[in-house]
């Protein structure tokens, strides 16, 4: 069978582990600057009290006006679902992550090793662990295991078998079905508020109207989706752990200081054995930020490489994004090449001989004059009034 671990509003249980005194309170993860000040998840108090993911923020404060707003944290959510996962495999299970919150896996492997399907369900929920209020589902097909671990109790391990999985879903909401925000609303209007009142309608009716996804989502709620019959899960490779970390005796926002540190932390990836000549293929450089928030950017890397000046150039810009003076600054490499070999250019491409030369008479410059010939402007105020304090000359390191 296949077996479905979900953990509602993930995201923001991972923001309140760093605000353990909102976990009993009415909360909601704060919108993104810059993006539809929708709310994200809430927590049972705040929904008991009419708040919904999804609610614009002047609603959700109308409301309920002693909301608290918790700051979203991609870095500390994302690496609070990578220990979940290396849990659940360091107990043999072979999972497959669909989103942070959700897993699925094949109880097959591991039935015989925890003495049945229900106790090995419950092995997976202890890895997982009480504080994260888990809840799994059993079924035949994924989605009916979605649904069942979506409606479990927390720390429940709800088995639905293949020839009630029709009458399970029928009475569900359409919610769990992947659908966009507005769809269910639009079905809604028309009457259809259940899993099992949509897979009563017609399929070329549904599809037309709703498009390739209607399609999809009346497939899903019939049971007669090829994904489904397919019946299979494909578990992921574990991420390579590799990761260097910059602590900074104050808050900076200096971008020539943030590059400086990036390299630093670069070189000591690039020099670590775990590695084993292998080149990263993707790369993310993270930062805690001033007030406690953090910020995450991740690069997948077009051709895998281990050359300093390619990655510096890769990751460089991604500190222009940086919302707020850092902290700790922390390079990780999620994901290695399986090779260690890289293939050369047969003809070299254009500009390359006009670079390699500059490149020498850079090096001549130095030679003659010193380390401090050859400098770089760096705009550090533009705002200043003062002509000499807009840049500064640094020297350049290539």
């Known amino acids: ?7 509602p509003a993930f995201d923001l249980r991972a923001a309140l582990r760093l605000h353990p005194r909102l976990q009993a309170k009415a909360a909601a993860l704060a919108p993104l600057p810059g993006t539809e000040p929708l709310i994200g998840s809430v927590t049972g108090i705040a929904e008991g009290k009419g708040v919904r993911p999804g609610m614009r923020l002047g609603e959700a404060l109308a409301t309920c006006p002693e909301l608290e707003l918790v700051e979203q944290d991609p870095a500390t959510a994302e690496q609070a679902w990578e220990e979940i ?6 107990a043999g299970f072979a999972v497959e992550p669909a989103e942070p919150g959700t897993v699925f896996f094949e109880s097959r492997g591991v039935e015989r090793l925890y003495g049945g399907l229900e106790p090995a369900l419950k092995r997976a ?3 997982v662990g009480t504080v994260w209020d888990p809840r799994v589902g059993a079924a035949e097909r994924r989605f009916a295991a979605l649904a069942a671990a979506n409606v479990a109790r927390p720390g ?3 088995i639905v078998s293949d020839d009630r999985a029709r009458s ?8 769990l079905l992947p659908l966009e925000r507005d769809r269910y609303e639009e079905l809604e209007e028309l009457g259809v508020r259940t899993i099992g009142q949509l897979a009563g309608l017609p399929g070329s009716a549904v599809a037309e109207r709703l498009g390739p996804d209607g399609r999809r989502a009346w497939s899903l709620a019939g049971g007669d989706n090829a994904e489904e019959r397919d019946g299979k899960v494909h578990p992921r490779r574990p991420a390579a752990a590799l990761h260097e970390t910059l602590e900074f005796p104050e808050a900076v926002g200096n971008e020539l200081t943030l590059r400086r540190g990036l390299g630093v932390l670069l070189d000591r990836l690039l020099a670590r054995p775990e590695r084993a000549g292998r080149p990263p293929r993707k790369v993310a450089v993270w930062a805690r930020l001033v007030g406690g928030a953090s910020w995450r950017r991740t690069v997948t890397l077009r051709e895998p490489t281990a050359d300093p000046a390619r990655l510096r150039a890769a990751l460089g810009s991604k500190l222009l994004e940086l919302p707020a003076p850092a902290l700790k600054l922390r390079l990780e490499i999620s994901e290695l090449a399986e090779h260690t070999g890289e293939q050369l250019e047969l003809v070299a491409a254009e500009g390359e001989a006009l670079k390699g030369q500059l490149r020498e008479g850079l090096r001549q410059v130095r030679a003659a004059v010193g ?3 050859v400098s770089t402007v760096v705009e550090v105020a533009p705002w200043s009034r003062i002509p000499e304090a807009r840049a500064l000359l640094v020297p350049r390191d290539d």
């Open 1 to 7: 069978m296949i077996a479905a671990v979900v953990i």
């Open 85 to 90: 996962l290396r849990r659940l495999e360091d």
């Open 125 to 127: 929920l202890a890895a």
């Open 156 to 158: 429940q391990a709800l």
């Open 168 to 175: 399970f879903l029928a009475p569900l909401p359409l919610t």
């Open 371 to 373: 380390a401090g010939g």
